[in-house]
């Protein structure tokens, strides 16, 4: 299964609305969705798993949604830290793919 | 404090091979599988393997089946990846990673460790 994410990159100022898109190219078990984000020099977090649920420590400004074929992460109000690159992933029969990644930069 | 740590990184020549160790802290280890994701200078994530928790199931991505061996050794908390036949594309840092036990997404990361394949 291919993930295509949208945008590439997106330019943002702190304290707006992200939105970030990641399009199967087939259907996706909910259970089986996830997105990472990643700071420079840092590896990969885990924010979101089953499409919905945020992991320990994530704070409720990142939200997941969707179903099918296409799924998106929220960042409802952006703060200096969030600006990184996310990627998302998803599962099937334990092999796993993720999407090319989506970079927040500053704008 | 769960912590995975990755070594055996370097310089290998094309053709040349590498193992890579993985080691545990702070959770029973053989209660998670340990997945290998890399990452090309610049690029994006790649899953490379899977190896579940007793060690008994073990799944490969595509671009590295028949050249890289996944185990581990759950009495010593340790993962391997064993590579052979190493190219320039295989340039990368490599991740081990925990699989959460609900298998839903890759909970904690190691630093990871830095292959080269040049001459």
């Known amino acids: 299964i291919v993930l295509t994410q949208s945008p590439g990159t997106v330019s943002l100022s702190p304290g707006e609305r992200a939105t970030l898109s990641c399009r199967a190219s087939q259907s996706v078990s909910s259970d089986n969705f996830a997105w990472y984000q990643q700071r420079p020099g840092q590896p990969p977090r885990l924010l979101i798993y089953t499409t919905f649920s945020r992991a320990t420590g994530i704070p409720d400004r990142f939200s997941g949604s969707g179903s099918g074929t296409d799924f998106s992460l929220t960042i409802s109000r952006l703060e200096p830290e969030d600006f990184a690159v996310y990627y998302c992933?998803?599962?099937?029969?334990?092999?796993?793919?993720f999407g090319g990644g989506t970079k927040v930069e500053i704008k | 404090e769960v912590q995975l740590v990755e070594s055996g990184g370097g310089l290998v020549q094309p053709g040349g091979s590498l193992r890579l160790s993985c080691v545990g802290s702070g959770f029973t280890f053989s209660n998670n599988a340990i997945v290998w994701v890399r990452q090309a200078p610049g690029k994006g994530l790649e899953w490379v393997s899977c190896i579940s928790g007793s060690g008994g199931s073990t799944y490969y991505a595509d671009s590295v089946k028949g050249r890289f061996t996944v185990s581990r050794d759950n009495p010593q908390n340790r993962g391997y990846l064993q590579m052979n036949s190493l190219r320039a594309d295989d340039t990368a840092v490599y991740y081990c990673?925990?699989?959460?036990?609900?298998?839903?997404?890759?909970?904690?990361w190691g630093q990871g460790t830095l292959v080269t394949v040049s001459s």
């Open positions: 992933q998803q599962w099937d029969r334990s092999f796993f793919s």
């Open positions: 990673a925990r699989l959460r036990r609900d298998a839903a997404g890759f909970d904690y």
